[in-house]
Structure formats: C-alpha cells, structure tokens
C-alpha cells in the first residue's frame, strides 16, 4: 500500500495541469473529465445539486435544469457546452421555441455564443462582424453561407435574461449557435451555458488565495479564480488554488516548487527499497489468513457485504449513504414518516441534511446470494433515466442484514395520498390528471418490459402507494417492488404486471383498493353499473358524455387486464396503446398530451423522447 501509493504521489506530481481542474471524486463520462462543481455522485462535494450531472452507457453526459434535460458537450471555466434538446441527427438549424430555457439562479444563456438566424423578415438585427468566424456544420464541416449572424455578446437588441424566441419578434423561424471563446475565430457548435453560485449560499465560497469573480448573465452569481501564481479552481469545496511554479525547465504544483533538486530521484529509490519489505509483508499476512479457521457451515454476511460492496461501488455511480445519515433523515424511521407497509418491506418518507426529499425501503438480504441479487438489480435500475420513473439516489449497507434503498420523493407525494384527498371534494383529482396519470403508469411500465434488456418487471404494482407525483403531477413510478426477492419466471413476470395494473386502474376509477377483493368492482362493471363504483368526488353524472364514455373504457381494459391478464391474452404494450389512444382522442385540454404522445408507435414515443434513456 505504502509502495502504491508512493507511485501515486510521484506520477500524479508529474502530470501537465489540466486548464480545467477534476471534481474531487475525479468523475469522467465517456472522454469527458467533470470539474467542480459538477458532479456525478451525490456523495461528492460540490456546492449545491443544480450541477449534478448524469453519466449513461458510461459514454453520453447529461444537465438535468428543471424539467429540461441538455446533453453536455464539453466544459469551459465559466460555462458548460449543452447540444440543442431532443436533436436527432445532423439538423442544420433548429426552431426558435425547442431551447425552452428560463434562466435560474445557477445557469444563464452566456455572451459567447454566436447565433445563425434563418428566414428572418427583418435584417437589422444581422452583424457583419460574426460572419469572418469559422463555424463548423452539424456534420463537422464548414457551415455555409449564413444567412443572418448575431451575437449574443452585442447588446444593442438581445440582452440577458432574453431566450432565444426573442429572435421572433424579427420574423426569424430557425436559429443555430456556436460559441467562439474570446481571443479567437473559431466556433463549437451549441449553446454555451454560464453557470454560477448564489452570493449568499454560503458564508465562504473561495479559498485560501483565489479571489470572487462576479458572473455576467446571473444576478447575484458568483465564481472563484485563482490568484496569479496559483492553480486550480478556487473553491472552498473543491480542490482549491495549489502553488504553480517552472522547476527544473518543467511545470510543478504545490509541495513540488518547495521541494530540493532531486527529491524525485530520492522518491524512486525510496520506493525500490521498500518495494521488496512490503511484498514480504503481504506474503506473511496472506499465509495468516489461509491459516485461520473457519466455522462449518457459517455465512459469513459481512464478508460478502464487504466484497459485493467494493465490486458494486466499482461499476456503480449511485450513493453509498450512512445508516446515520438515513435513520436521522426519517427521524430514526419514525412510523409517522412511513409511505408504505407490506410484504416488499416498509418505505419511509425522509429529508436529508441538504433539503432533498427521499423515500427509503428496507430490503432484507439474509444470504450473500440475497445480496448480490439486489445489487444487480440496483445497478440495473439506476441505469435507466425515464421522466416517469422515480430516481434511484443510492443504497445504505450498513444496518446487518437489511438493504436500505433510496429513491427522490416527489413534492406531491403519493397517488394514494391524492385519491384520498379528493373523496367527498369536486375535481380535487379530475379525471382529466387520473387519465394522464394512468397513461404514464401503462407508458412507463411498457417501455421497461420491452425496450429495456432484460427487461425490467414491478411485481407489485398494484397500490397507489408506489406511484409519486411531481409538481405538476407527472408520474414518478418508485421502483421498490422492482428489487422484491423470489420474483417467479419471466414468463409470469408479464402476467402479474398486466394483472397488477388492472388493480390499479380500478383504484384510479374508485378511489378504493380493491387489491384482495376486485370481484366487487368486476361485477358492478359487467352489470352496467360503474357508476356505483366511480369516485364521488368525480361527479360521474355530471360529466359530459364524452368524458363518461372516456371512463367506461378505462373500467373495460382495467376489466381485461384482471381477467386475461394471467392468461397472457393482454399485454402492457396492448394496455398503454389502449389508453394513449383514449387519452389523445379525448384530450381537450391544450396541447400537453398531444406533445407527449405524438408518435404512431408507443414505443417509438417512448424510446424516442429525450426524456427517456436507456443505459444497456
């Protein structure tokens, strides 16, 4: 270890400084090094979550800013390069509206980039000036002739805190942008981002020798540059300003400038010397090991954990947390705090340190076999990025032969919550919400069952419990039963999924669970008499016929799914086409599911959104 780490040192002294300076947990995604204050992992320091990134396929990075996800292309000291959402393929320009971004407290459209605006109907705002730049084309080549160029860095009519569909007032349809770095001609393509830290966010934002720097596009934002003479990037947080010093015709860092001539020479020597003193050592406690005896028949829990763990931790990219972290964010898992209570476990609702809202389950893992299931499975569900589904955060390995597994907890907290809620109340939860939510349920579960390999099954969604709402409640589908034990054959994986989801919807329609008796329901609904079971809160009579006619035909497929869902004569895809279709045809409330569902294939639309990505 002491040889290693000697290595280390040495090699890591030598190394060229980077103009941008790795985050402390050296994240990497693809060929793309991550700087503070971005991040991968919750776990690493940073400043604030707004500069949480996520990595998939291990190849493809990505800038989640409210509800709108950017793909990262590269990193400057002041901004982030994002591509243009939702592109797909090479495009030459794009529409002035698809850059939907508001600027926040921590990003602001930067003064660098230069914008391409085409089919304009009033040429004033074009500059000459911008055209002599070399901006290359979405294929890598040279772009053309453009027919109007504006830069942001020009004031005189766009100006800060402006989006890019300012650009209509002049009759423009289509824009593309490049940004070209100060001092020189020549442009990337995309949307240069400026990032920042509120002011006020912490009592020390910089370190030792790095002095605060006020940001251009956000008020009140804040970022550190190093003093002269000093390297790195200046944050209290993150790696700080280290000494940079020319040694020896070479560039040295820190320790490195005050140390004498030859101090390398003497670290080589010193590492040949003790290289052969620490493999005797670790021959000696080897043998000691093989030695030792061991109880017949013993599962050595904690061995296991200990090894799935570092082989886990290795391939994997979510948060290890601490029981103490977990027990004082539930408030040492308080029953008022409890989300759920069956046989897949008990889920709590919890806060932690930084105000994130989380939802954690406990998993028990009574053999090594138990636990290597359930890390896989973890692994598995952490690789998928889908607007409805709830965000794996990490897992907690510290409490004996218990798995705590952590998921964000939306703002609008459980379905069931909301059903509840509306009993006895006029459109609390209309039935416009239920049918989207119902929708996004059927979506969700489809896409993970036949675009993802291997597929991904619920086995147990059949409560409003697991489904989380957002602010504007869209579907968070939580993932716990997913990591269920002794989940049967693939075969009846489909069957119960169908069957589950009929459950479902009947409680969406009623407002009731019917999980251990839906003969009830079924009957009433065979019998002509839905209205018996419909919410009251939905006022069923008083909805106008078409909106009857749209619960109805919910009522028959949650009907077919209970009775042909086992016999596999009804699948999720059959279930989610069905109510994507009702939900379209029916929809006379502005363009939202028209936006959502707007491709002939379901799985087309799924796979399709830049919303929902698959990591293999």
């Known amino acids: 270890m002491l040889l290693a780490l000697l290595l280390v040192s040495f090699t890591l002294s030598s190394r060229p400084v980077m103009s941008l300076v790795p985050n402390q947990c050296n994240d990497q995604c693809g060929t793309i090094q991550i700087p503070f204050p971005f991040h991968l992992n919750i776990s690493c320091p940073s400043i604030s979550t707004a500069f949480q990134l996520s990595c998939l396929n291990s190849t493809t990075l990505y800038l989640h800013i409210g509800f709108k996800t950017y793909r990262v292309l590269d990193f400057f000291s002041d901004g982030v390069l994002v591509d243009f959402p ?27 980039n230069v914008l391409g605006l085409y089919d304009c109907e009033d040429s004033s705002l074009c500059k000459a000036a911008c055209e002599t730049n070399d901006l290359p084309g979405c294929d890598g080549n040279n772009g053309g002739s453009l027919g109007c160029c504006y830069p942001l860095s020009d004031h005189s009519i766009w100006h800060f805190g402006d989006g890019f569909s300012f650009f209509s007032k002049f009759g423009c349809r289509g824009f593309t942008s490049w940004v070209v770095s100060r001092g020189t001609n020549t442009g990337k393509r995309g949307v240069k981002l400026e990032w920042a ?3 006020n966010i912490s009592d020390r934002i910089c370190a030792n020798n790095a002095d605060m720097v006020n940001a251009t596009t956000i008020e ?32 040295a860092y820190g320790k490195e400038c005050d140390r004498p001539k030859h101090s390398h020479k003497k670290l080589v020597i010193l590492a040949g010397v003790l290289a052969p003193i620490f493999i005797l050592v670790s021959l000696f406690l080897f043998l000691c090991i093989l030695k030792r005896p061991v109880k017949p028949g013993s599962f050595q829990l904690e061995q296991a954990r200990y090894n799935s763990t570092l082989s886990f931790r290795k391939g994997c990219r979510t948060r290890l947390f601490s029981y103490r972290e977990l027990d004082k964010a539930t408030r040492a898992f308080e029953d008022s705090q409890m989300l759920v209570n069956d046989k897949n476990g008990t889920i709590h609702a919890g806060i932690l340190s930084d105000g994130s809202h989380i939802a954690v389950q406990k998993v028990q893992c009574e053999t090594e076999r138990d636990l290597i299931d359930v890390l896989s499975r973890i692994e598995l569900i952490s690789s998928v990025v889908h607007r409805n589904l709830a965000r794996l955060v990490g897992c907690c390995i510290e409490s004996g032969s218990t798995l705590l597994v952590v998921y964000e907890y939306p703002a609008n907290g459980t379905l069931e919550k909301h059903l509840q809620y509306s009993r006895g109340q006029k459109f609390v939860l209309d039935w416009y919400k239920r049918l989207r939510i119902a929708t996004e349920i059927a979506s969700i579960l489809a896409y993970m069952q036949y675009e993802i390999a291997p597929p991904i099954f619920h086995h147990g969604l059949k409560s409003s419990d697991y489904v989380f709402l957002d602010v504007d409640f869209s579907v968070k589908v939580s993932g716990f039963a997913l990591l269920s034990l002794g989940c049967g054959d693939g075969h009846n994986n489909y069957e119960n999924d169908v069957y589950n989801f009929g459950l479902l919807l009947l409680e969406i329609i009623s407002g009731t669970k019917y999980t251990d008796m839906p003969t009830v329901a079924l009957e009433k609904i065979k019998s002509g008499k839905l209205e018996e079971i419909v919410d009251p809160s939905l006022y069923y009579h008083e909805q106008p016929i078409t909106r009857r006619e749209q619960i109805e035909i919910v009522a028959d497929i949650a009907t077919r799914c209970l009775l042909f869902g086992a016999d596999d004569k009804i699948g999720m895809i059959d279930v989610a086409k069905g109510l994507v279709h009702i939900a379209k045809e029916g929809n006379k409330k502005g363009p939202e599911f028209e936006e959502t569902f707007s491709n002939s294939s379901l799985l087309q639309m799924i796979s399709m959104s830049p919303d929902s990505i698959h990591v293999p």
């Not at 934002?221 to 944050?235: E, I, N, S, W, Y």
């Open 197 to 199: 830290i509120p002011r």
């Open 220 to 251: 009140a934002g804040v970022r550190c540059l190093c003093k002269d003479g000093f390297v790195g990037d200046g944050f209290a947080k993150g790696a700080g300003c280290i000494k940079s010093c020319i040694k020896e015709g070479q560039e």
């Open 86 to 112: 939702g592109t797909t393929g090479c495009r030459q320009y794009n529409d002035l509206n698809a850059f939907g971004f508001t600027k926040n407290d921590h990003f602001g459209i930067s003064g660098d």
